[in-house]
């Protein structure tokens, strides 16, 4: 247990396709510690206003939508899963479509805010190992510890490629590459908290490493950030 009487945040912030989920499931289970998947978040509001056909640029009924989220997330063996009202999302949420549709959404500032109190209360007792864009720098900007992860824009559409094909989802490489690259740009450049490593976090780049190297590499960063403080 560390010394401080506060709970202890991992961040793990990044590019779609760096292997956040998977690394993030793997350290939460082997610290023991809770996670909070937060592009689930955004993929959530976006699959509900896809099933709603609400517009993706209506800021005002977007935002009211994310008030009624019920989202809960269990690490599992293949990465984390996500609950809504209880109910396992599924494969779902990892569709193409969605994952372009919930960069629109994130886009907003209303949404982002909305979305704040819902990620903070993840926080709780062993520990907490947060996932996302802007974990690091908006959400938990005061978490112990805190890893940037990269990888190549090829290296990401290679992986997201075998997970969607694996799903049995019809997508080309090509398609894949323009739409991260395109997502990359949108998260990047956005006003409101764009995908940038915090001031403070460890940069890891996975473009050669394979899943245990990103692993050990993140586990090494929470135990000189938050026990050998202790
Ligand atoms: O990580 P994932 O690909 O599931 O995230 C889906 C989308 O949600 C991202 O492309 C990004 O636009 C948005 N997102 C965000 N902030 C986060 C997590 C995800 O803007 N903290």
């Known amino acids: ?130 996932d996302g864009r802007d974990m690091g720098t908006v959400v938990f900007p005061d978490a112990e510890a805190k890893v940037f992860l990269d990888a190549s824009v090829e290296e990401r559409a290679r992986r997201r490629y075998r997970q969607l094909k694996a799903n049995g989802d019809d997508v080309t490489f090509d398609r894949l590459i323009s739409d991260l690259q395109a997502r990359d740009r949108r998260d990047r450049e956005r006003t409101v908290s764009p995908t940038l490593p915090a001031d403070d976090a460890v940069v890891v780049d996975s473009t050669s490493l394979g899943l245990e190297e990103v692993v050990e590499r993140v586990l090494a960063v929470v135990t000189e950030r938050v026990f050998d403080r202790s």
Not at 4 to 21: E, F, H, M, Q, Y
């Open 1 to 130: 247990m560390t010394k401080t009487s506060r709970c202890p945040v991992l961040t793990i912030d990044g590019p779609s396709g760096a292997g956040k989920g998977a690394v993030s499931a793997r350290v939460a289970t082997a610290l023991g510690w809770g996670v909070l998947d937060s592009g689930a978040v955004y993929r959530s509001v976006a699959l509900a206003a896809l099933t709603n056909k609400t517009d993706l640029a209506d800021e005002t009924a977007l935002t009211a939508l994310c008030a009624d989220l019920d989202l809960g997330f269990e690490p599992g063996p293949d990465g984390i899963q996500a609950c809504l009202g209880g109910r396992r999302l599924g494969d779902a949420l990892r569709a193409e479509e969605v994952g372009v549709a919930s960069s629109q959404v994130a886009a907003l500032p209303g949404v982002r805010a909305a979305l704040l109190d819902l990620q903070r209360a993840f926080r709780a007792v062993p520990g907490l190992v947060a």
